[in-house]
C-alpha cells in the first residue's frame, strides 16, 4: 500500500462545539491506483485529502496515516515538509497560485523553496527547462510569462498541476480540480490527470460530481463520517 488512512478521526472544534467529521475513516490507496473520494457537501472529503497530505492533523486518538508504510505522526518537521513537497504534489478547486508571480514562476515554486541561495542560483537554469517542458505538455507554452489574474480557470489549474507535479511526487492529491470549471474545460483538466495517472501517477482525487468520479478506477464515499 502506498497511502492509507487507518480509523482516522478528525474532530473541529467551533468554541465549546465539537463538530466530529470523520469519525472511523479508513482508506488505502496501491501503487498506480485512481481512488476518487465522494460524498455530500460537508462529509469530510476535504478533510480526509488534507489529512493524507499532512497538510492537517488527526485527533490524538486517531489511528494513523501511512506513506508506503510509515506514519505521518512519526516523521520531524524536515521529513514532514519533504512529504508535503515532495512525496505528493496537492491541487485545489481554486488554484491557489502566487498572484505576483508569472506562470513559470509558481510552476517552479515547490522546487525552489527550502534551497540555499547557492543551490538556489545554479539549480533554476535547468528548473526553468523542466518548467517549461511540463507546462507545454499541459498546453501553456505560450503563456510562461503571463500572470495567473490574466488566464482563464482552465489554465490556472493547469499551472497548479504543473506545480503540483514538478517535485515528481509519488501522489497526486486533487481536490475538486474541476469543481470551478464549466464542463469542457473541467474535461480538459480530467484527460491531463488521466494521461499522468496512465504514466503511472498514482492519483487520489476528490469530487461530488459523479461523471468526474466515474473516470476513477475505484470510489470510496464518505457517509457519517466514514469511508464506505
Ligand atoms: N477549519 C475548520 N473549522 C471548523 N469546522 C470545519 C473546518 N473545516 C471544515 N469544517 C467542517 O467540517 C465539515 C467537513 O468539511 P469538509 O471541507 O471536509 O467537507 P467536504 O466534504 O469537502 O465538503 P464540500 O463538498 O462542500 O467541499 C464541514 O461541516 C465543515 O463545516
Ligand atoms: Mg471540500
Partial sequence: MLLAAEHVKKTYHL???SVPVLRDASISVREGEWVTIVGSSGSGKSTLLHLLGG???ADKESGPVLFAGEDLRKFDARRENRYRNHDVGFVFQFYHLLPELTVLENAMLPALVGLSRWRWYSTRSAL???AAELLATCGLSHRLEHRPA???GGERQRVAI???LINKPRVLLADEPTGNLDIHTGSGILDLLAERHREGLTT???THDAAVAARAQ???RIVDGCVV
Fill in 150 to 152: 490574466e488566464l482563464s
Fill in 204 to 206: 487520489v482525487m476528490v
Fill in 218 to 220: 475505484r470510489q470510496v
Fill in 55 to 57: 497538510l492537517d492533523r
Fill in 128 to 130: 526553468r527547462a523542466r
Fill in 162 to 164: 504543473t506545480r503540483a
Fill in 15 to 17: 468554541g465549546r462545539v
